[in-house]
């Protein structure tokens, strides 16, 4: 795969996984509510793409390594995968009730952060192991801490 298209795909994959994690299981810990769950991942899905996606386009232009074609593959792949993953996220808290939901979301972010960190460790030569568990544990940490945020939020105003 080409160099733009997996910086774009990649950095949506990860920051669309472990963004969309963190928002959903603050949402649910904190409001206990599907409307609001489905809500935030929805604008989440289109403010954030968006977001990432210039980003990527300014950092790619910063570089002054990359022509306009590479640059716009790399916002374009971004913009893409970081929407599609993001609303994925809505498909099992529409199937499930909210805390059947937060398990499946968290299988369905892991499962898919750790496939592209191995191939992407794979590709480089790098130890599997080390590259899927330092991104397991950095998408466990942010689990951990929107949960209690969520939690001390409804604890304080619900």
């Not at 892991?110 to 899927?132: C, D, E, N, R, Y």
């Amino acid at each position: 795969m080409r160099k733009p298209l997996l910086k774009g795909l990649g950095f949506g994959i990860t920051s669309g996984v472990i963004t969309a994690l963190g928002l959903l299981i603050g949402l649910i810990s904190g409001t206990h509510s599907k409307l609001a769950v489905i809500g935030g991942i929805l604008a989440l899905a289109v403010a954030d793409s968006l977001s990432d996606a210039v980003g990527i386009h300014i950092s790619e232009e910063a570089e002054n390594e990359h022509g306009a074609k590479e640059i716009w593959e790399a916002s374009t792949f971004t913009l893409l995968s970081k929407f599609g993953l993001t609303v994925s996220f809505i498909v099992p808290v529409l199937l499930f009730n909210l805390q059947e939901a937060i398990y499946w979301s968290i299988a369905w972010g892991l499962i898919t952060l750790t496939a592209f960190s191995a191939h992407m460790a794979k590709s480089q030569g790098k130890s599997v192991l080390k590259v899927v568990g330092e991104h397991v544990m950095i998408a466990a940490l942010v689990i951990v801490l929107a949960h209690v945020v969520g939690s001390a939020i409804y604890e304080a105003l619900g």
